[in-house]
């Protein structure tokens, strides 16, 4: 009988969805050695480097992350890495774009309007608000429109693909970048990114962590951006430079929605905790509660692939993706 390990919090949980597989509940912190065939490992891969050597058998390990760059670098090459693509392509993009419309509306400055009880009636003062020129001065703006915005997807996997389709219903122009081109959608090059970058209005990160994707978005190409551009890192911290992006936040360049930070967790007292035109959330994006079910039907699938002798989903290549 196939062995499955996992946190033994979710294990009782997991064994509903495998009745034909051996479910073992997986301490944080083993005593002894376990056996197993395939090993679900820990949502916070930190603990993940402890675990590993009090386990024997594995073949497989399934992460329920999408990104494995903490994984693949103690990783043993005999090993196959499946990531957790697909699992999080609903909340991801679902967050992407509450990011675009929290940021696009205003909606930080009138929460923070609503706290100190004041009703304003016209725009703030800001570089990215101003009158509209159709307006012919009978209005101030109060937000922006979603629709005609041109947005660049940066990383254009399952979660980007899922980003355009709700972007789409809003009217918005869509421009896909990967690490290689392709033809049908069209799939821009990484190397286009620099004559891309001038072209749009928001820029989504939704790119893995490797050595080649970090500090992709350096002082160069955040300089690189029109005044107003609306930054959304929903990656990883690192993609970014930090000491660059708050330079442009501080000297209001460019506008920002990050899950993610280099440092992380943002240590009590960073300036980008009171950078203007900067809005975060402590890596949350999928933190849903759907995602734990998603998450099992995913490692029910591949125990259906092993049963039945068929390939693995995801499985992760030498790139660490």
Known sequence: MLRVGIQAIAAERLQRYLPS???????????????????????????????FPHLRGVKIIQTLTAGVDSIVKWLPKEITLCDGRGVHDAAASEWVLAAILASLKQLPLYRDRQNAQVWIGQARESDFVDEHPAANGLYRILGEDLARKRVLIVGYGSIGAAIERRLAAFDMEITRVAR???????????????????????????????????????????????????LVNAARGPVVDTAALLAALQENRIRCAADVTDPEPLPSGHPLWSAPNFLLTPHVASSTPLFLERAFELVARQVAHLENGEALENVVGNAGY
Do not use: C, N
């Open 21 to 51: 597989v051996h479910v073992v509940p997986v301490p944080d912190a083993p005593a002894d050695s376990i056996d197993i065939d395939l090993w679900v490992s820990p949502f916070s891969s930190k603990a993940a480097p402890g675990i």
């Open 180 to 230: 290689t081109a392709k033809q049908q959608p069209e799939v821009h090059a990484i190397g286009d990114l620099h004559a891309l970058l001038p072209t749009v209005d928001i820029v989504v990160l939704i790119v893995p962590l490797t050595d080649e994707t970090r500090g992709l978005m350096g002082e160069h190409e955040l300089r690189l951006m029109k005044p107003g551009t609306l």
